[in-house]
């Protein structure tokens, strides 16, 4: 029973310490837009403390919807693209504490943390 225990307790362990580095890269705050759905309703959502160094499709409900007045209140520089791989020549970096031009389109981010 207690190997049992032993063994459990250290597969726990080595997970969490595997995990630690991933999370050493996340953004701590809120990372926030809107975007239009199609009946016409404005939606406004946030992501919490997101991942950093990795791109992040906002995962918008229809392919040629595209976000808008972005606001990051992270501790760490977003770059926004308007194409959802953060690869396209069209983006923005939005510091801190700072809002994108509200007519930028977005549909996936970076943060640099």
Known sequence: MRLGSSA???GAAAALVLASPASAFAAEGTFSYSYDSRDGHTHRLSMEDPPGKVCVPLGLPNDLDAAYAVENRTDAIATVFADD?????????VPPGQKAPKDFLVRSVRFAH
């Open 85 to 93: 791989e953060c690869a396209g020549d069209s983006f923005r970096t």
């Open 8 to 10: 459990a307790a250290a």
